[in-house]
């Protein structure tokens, strides 16, 4: 499941590479976040608004509110990790900036409609809340796909197959590495087929000597 090359540890497992990502994402949401409060630009945090999803505003502010909340939110950000994650092994892992712009808007827009379709009292609405949530959206997009890039391995972003019947007409790199290393390992013998000269169009070759008795 994990690998090490070069001292960095590579993950080779979907799910795996989702939950550590997620969790990276989720930090930088969290620390984004608690700028964001501390400097009363944010009248609510994520935990609250995530936690009055479930419980009143009383609860959503007390102490388990608060643990309930980040459980939500980390559950959001492993979700969010794993769908950037079959996006880069559609699209490839380079361009990484704008890749992590668009996913954090698209994660956040998904999060926010969930609050409006469930009733929470504890959402804020005003703009600057909900634009310091959009900062910290961006943040989570740039930190996960950053960390599903470099800590996923080469193997997870291979091409996939076109459908269920037919399998992908590339190579895994796992493939392709036990392909050379049984190359590297072998000794390469040619075997000289000989040219067949019979039934060829103006000639008459006799390979054998005959006895002619005269």
Do not use: C, W
Not at 31 to 57: H, P, Q, T, W
Not at 59 to 65: P, Q, T, V
Not at 104 to 113: E, S
Not at 172 to 182: C, D, N, S, V
């Amino acid at each position: 499941m994990v690998k090490e090359e070069i001292g960095l540890v590579k993950i080779k497992d979907r799910n795996t590479l989702a939950i550590v990502s997620g969790l990276i994402g989720l930090a930088g949401i969290l620390l984004v976040d608690g700028i964001s409060g501390r400097a009363n630009i944010s009248k609510r945090s994520y935990r609250e608004a995530a936690a009055g999803m479930f419980v009143s505003k009383s609860e959503a502010r007390n102490l388990r509110g608060q643990l309930l909340g980040v459980i939500m939110s980390s559950a959001v950000s492993m979700l969010g990790a794993k769908y950037i994650i079959k996006e880069m092994s559609t699209t490839g892992r380079d361009k990484i900036v704008p890749k992590g712009i668009m996913a954090g808007l698209t994660v956040g827009a998904i999060a926010t409609v969930i609050p409006n379709v469930v009733p929470n009292r504890v959402r804020p609405k005003d703009a600057a809340s909900n634009l310091s949530y959009v900062v910290t959206n961006i943040i989570y997009g740039l930190l996960t796909t950053t960390a599903a890039a470099k800590l996923g391995h080469d193997s997870l972003f291979d091409t996939p197959p076109q459908n269920d019947y037919l399998g992908p007409t590339e190579q895994t790199t796992e493939q392709k590495r036990l392909a050379q290393a049984a190359r590297a390992n072998s000794p390469v013998t040619t075997k000289q087929i000989p040219r067949s000269r019979a039934n060829m169009p103006g000639q008459n070759i006799v390979d054998e000597p005959s006895n002619l008795v005269q």
